[in-house]
Every structure is written in C-alpha cells, then in structure tokens.
C-alpha cells in the first residue's frame, strides 16, 4: 500500500460564500473546478452546506501561514452554526480535517448536545462521531425512538441516510428534488472529481466529469399510508435518473439487473472468481441490496 501525502501549512483560511438558488451554486463549484479559485480566493478546499434551496454555503479553503485569531468548534461552538456567521473564519489544520467530527456533522442534534446546558454537562472527549454511532446503534436494536414516536401518537419516521454522487450539470436539479420530496436539512455539498484517466471498477465515475456528493443523514415523517422506505426509493431512482451513484452503505432496493448495470457487474464477477471462485462469502448484491 503506497499513501500520498500532501504538505500543509498550519492553518487554513476559510470563506463562506452564500448563495440564494441551487443554479448559482453550483456554477461557483464549476468555476472552482476549472480555475481552483473563487471570486480572486484561492481553493484548496471546498465543500457546501445547503440549510434550504435559498440558503446554500460554499467554503472555500486555503492554506496559510499565520493566522490573526484561530476558532475553536470542540467546545460550546459549533462549527456548522458558524456558517450562517461572520463571512471569514481560521481554524489550525487539524481543527479543520477534525472539523466535522465534534457534531457529527449536525447529527449530534437528537442527542440533545447543541442545547447550551446539555452541551457543558457532556464529556468533550465524549463529543466524537464513534460516540453517536454508538447510540445510534443502541436505539435502532432496541427501538427506542421507533416506540416513543409511536406513543406520542406520531407519524412513523424513516431513515434516510445516503451519500450520493450527481454529475455538477444535474445537481441544481437534484438538490431541488430532495428539498420537494424529502425535505430534510441541512444537506453536505461535497464537490468531487476523478484524478487521471483511471476510473473506480466497482464504483464507474467518468474521468474528467465534476461530480457534487450530496449527503444527507437523518429521518423524515412518512406520508399517510406510505411504508419504511418510501422516501429512500425516491432518492434511489432519482438518482439513477440523473445518471449518478449512491453509496452503496445505504438502503438499496435495486433489481439484479439495475444493480450490476450501475456496479459494473462484469468486473465484479472476474474480482469474485479469483477469489472467492467457490461463493463461499456472500456476494455484494446479497449483502448491499438483501442486507445477508
């Protein structure tokens, strides 16, 4: 295994670009991926945060130096609230590659750790995405919030957690879709695009082609009458509309045939005869669609 690695500096500048509809959104991640700068800014890093179709983030990054103040979101702050904020933010490298963690992104929410008093009664070292994995994990085997919605007389949730990549022409379109049919919010806008000529086997993405990952991890009521996983059959199709992929950790309800036709299932097949030519380990369909 050879790992590249990329020199740092000790701190990265950050801006937020805020932008009111999805199209002009993503024409700034189209100027970032052709000239790695937006509006005069160097970007050595991008990423997005939409909080509603008139309410979308860029930040854009870039190494430096020095620093004239460095901010700190592992404490009583959080970082994505910060957006909505002052326009320019330091963080040191490390806060910055760590920056999400704290919060779980913004998943840390139902656990009550954003509220202000839960927020400093809550162990700092106990303010890590591992952590609420955990939890999660906890509720979903024993079904905790599945009976208290029930008890409350509520309307069931389902799960939607997806990462999903779209191509950049399709994406104003899709971010569209998701805020009609499902809803939820914040989304993370993260944009993506193959080094060199060689593409992923199992995962086909077209070299050259800017892709925006979109992810999305929280639940969402169902509509009267409509079972668990009406909303994730949406995203799927949709995206398969749209010509994207979706990350296959996620629900997946796909056919045999829709799912080889997207996985490159020839390439698995000669993968699985080298190694497993005698299907003693169950096959990705089976694990990824059929949940064996």
């Known amino acids: 295994l050879t790992i590249e690695l990329e ?15 999805p199209e002009a959104c993503m024409a700034a991640v189209g100027q ?22 008139d309410e979308i983030y860029l930040t854009v990054g870039a190494y430096s130096e020095v620093a004239p103040w460095v901010s700190d979101y592992t404490g009583q702050r959080i970082y994505y609230q910060s957006l909505r904020g002052p326009r320019e933010d330091f963080l040191t490298i490390r806060d910055y590659l760590w920056r999400w963690d704290t ?36 509720d979903r085997r024993h079904r905790l919030s599945d009976t208290l919605t029930a008890n409350r007389g509520r309307a069931p949730r389902e799960a939607v957690i997806q990462d999903v990549e779209i191509p950049l022409s399709r994406s104003a379109e899709f971010l569209r879709f998701f805020a009609a049919e499902v809803g939820m919010s914040p989304v993370w806008l993260c944009p993506l695009r193959l080094r060199g000529e ?18 999305f991890w929280g639940t969402v009521p169902l509509p009267p009458g409509r079972a668990d996983g009406y909303h994730n059959r949406l995203v799927e199709e949709e995206v398969a509309a749209l010509g994207g992929h979706k990350g296959l950790y996620s629900t997946s309800f796909y056919s045999r045939e829709q799912f080889w036709a997207l996985y490159n299932g020839p390439a698995y097949e000669q993968l699985k005869q080298e190694y497993d030519g005698g299907g003693r380990l169950s096959g990705l369909y ?3 669609v059929r949940g064996q």
């Open 7 to 21: 020199p740092v500096q000790p701190y990265v500048h950050l801006r937020h670009f805020r932008y009111s509809d």
């Open 32 to 53: 970032i991926a052709a000239d790695g700068s937006l509006h005069g800014h160097r970007a050595d890093f991008v990423d997005g945060t939409a909080f509603g179709l």
């Open 103 to 138: 919060d779980w992104f913004w998943c840390s929410r139902p656990f009550g750790v954003q509220r202000p008093l839960i927020r400093r009664a809550w162990p700092r070292r106990y303010r890590r995405s591992d952590v609420y994995r955990a939890l999660v994990a906890f």
């Open 198 to 215: 060689a593409s992923w086997p199992l995962y086909p993405m077209r070299p050259g082609e800017v892709y925006v990952n979109f992810g």
């Open 286 to 288: 089976e694990k990824c």
